[in-house]
């Protein structure tokens, strides 16, 4: 019988994981299909409820509902239990299992830039993409991160959790020549118009400089980072990973992400440059 996944959230239509994961099956061979299915806070319950009885096989989770799913799920992985928020579901045959593969989703794709895990990092936010990048940087053995955000609380409570340190953002500007990698998840450059979430001024040339924001492409860090002559990083790589880790839990097959990053970056009208 053929299988279906889905991606479920209030709004969907612009998501391009049916894009990715459609192509991903059609390149495999898999006999399966992926669809995006709108679904609004209220009818989450539900709507779960219904997907489960037409036999779902596993799906993602996207904005508003990443918290909300969590109380309606029987187990949920470790990377799920520390953040609190769940983006992917699979069935282990008896019950759905949720995971969330967003952190390291983005620690693959900045170790294809064969970034040292004792650099020192700078981890820009402290929301719950924070959160999940933090986990994951501890999980894949970075043993020097610092955290810095507007709410200097919230810095120190999530350096406290993961075993790094935490800065003033001020303090971090001050310092910025001393990090070797800056990751930047606040939502900040969502819009062409927005200040920057950190001043670059004393940014080293070399510097990987990474925004998980993938539209726009090129976000204004982004730009300032290459003015600099830094090492960018948009968040595509970020979105490809990701889904390439649900992917293998729902199929057990390995994607090619390389030729994902590619195709999605043109989807979105950029210039795919190999690194």
Not at 229 to 246: E, K, S
Request: glycine share 8%; charged share 20%; net charge negative.
């Amino acid at each position: 019988m053929k299988k279906w996944y889905a991606v479920i959230g209030d709004p969907i239509a612009h998501s391009l994981s049916p894009f990715m994961h459609d192509s991903w099956f059609n390149e495999h061979g898999i006999d399966a299909a992926y669809i995006p299915i709108h679904v609004e806070p209220s009818q989450l319950e539900k709507s779960f409820e219904a997907m489960k009885l037409l036999g779902i096989s596993g799906f993602n989770i996207t904005l508003p509902h990443k918290q909300s799913i969590v109380p309606l799920l029987v187990k949920l992985e470790e990377s799920a239990m520390q953040m609190n928020a769940v983006n992917t579901v699979h069935s282990d045959g008896t019950r759905y299992v949720g995971s969330n593969t967003d952190g390291d989703g983005f620690v693959r794709s900045m170790l294809v830039h064969s970034v040292d895990k004792t650099s020192k990092v700078l981890l820009i936010g402290a929301g719950g993409a924070a959160r999940g990048i933090a986990f994951a940087l501890k999980r894949a053995g970075f043993t020097d991160v610092t955290i810095t955000n507007r709410t200097f609380r919230r810095a120190e409570e999530l350096a406290a959790e993961t075993g790094g340190s935490a800065i003033t953002l001020a303090s971090s500007e001050e310092s910025l020549n001393e990090f070797a990698v800056l990751i930047q998840t606040t939502s900040v450059g969502l819009a062409a118009d927005e200040a920057l979430p950190i001043s670059l001024e004393r940014v080293t040339a070399g510097t990987l400089v990474a925004d998980i924001i993938y539209n726009p492409l090129e976000t204004p860090l982004l730009k300032k980072a290459e003015e600099k002559n830094c090492v960018t990083l948009n968040g595509v790589g970020m979105f490809v990973y990701q889904g390439a880790i649900a992917f293998e839990k729902w199929t057990g097959v390995q994607p090619d992400t390389e030729k994902m990053i590619k195709l999605v970056t043109e989807k979105l009208g950029g210039t795919y440059v190999n690194n």
